[in-house]
C-alpha cells in the first residue's frame, strides 16, 4: 500500500495550496481518509476527514470554512484544498487510511508533504 502525498511548498499569509494523496495497493472505497499535520515540537493533529462514501466530512475547528477535503474514486486520489492560509497552518501534513471512521487505528500513513505559510 501507498500513499503519496504531494501539493505542499511555500506560501504567503492568505494564500491556497492544494495537497493530493494518491492511493495505490488497497481498495479505496472501503476506507476513510483523512489528513493530518504536524507542526515542530507539536503532537500531529487530526485536520479532516472525509467518509468512504464521501457524503460526511470532519474539520478541525481551526480550518472549517478555510479547508475543503475531497475524494475523486475514479482516481484513487485524496485532496486538501486550503485557502486563506495562516502562519499557523505551517507544519508537515500526511494523509492517512483507516478502515474505522474514527481512525483508531489509522492503517496506512502517508510521508508527508512541508506546507509553510510566511507572515
Known amino acids: 500500500v501507498q500513499l503519496q502525498a504531494s501539493g505542499g511548498g511555500l506560501v504567503q499569509a492568505g494564500g491556497s495550496l492544494r495537497l493530493s494523496c494518491a492511493a495505490s495497493?488497497?481498495?479505496?472505497?472501503?476506507?476513510?481518509m483523512g489528513w493530518f499535520r504536524q507542526a515542530p515540537g507539536k503532537e500531529r493533529e487530526y485536520v479532516a476527514g472525509?467518509?468512504?462514501?464521501?457524503?460526511?466530512?470532519y474539520y478541525k475547528d481551526s480550518v472549517k470554512g478555510r479547508f475543503t477535503i475531497s475524494r475523486d474514486s475514479a482516481k484513487n486520489t485524496l485532496y486538501l484544498q486550503m485557502n486563506s492560509l495562516k502562519p499557523d497552518d505551517t507544519a508537515v501534513y500526511y494523509c492517512?487510511?483507516?478502515?474505522?471512521?474514527?481512525?483508531?487505528?489509522?492503517?496506512?500513513w502517508g510521508k508527508g508533504t512541508q506546507v509553510t505559510v510566511s507572515s
Open positions: 495497493g488497497l481498495t479505496f472505497s472501503a476506507y476513510t
Open positions: 492517512a487510511a483507516s478502515y474505522s471512521s474514527i481512525f483508531n487505528p489509522v492503517d496506512y
Open positions: 472525509i467518509s468512504k462514501s464521501g457524503r460526511s466530512t
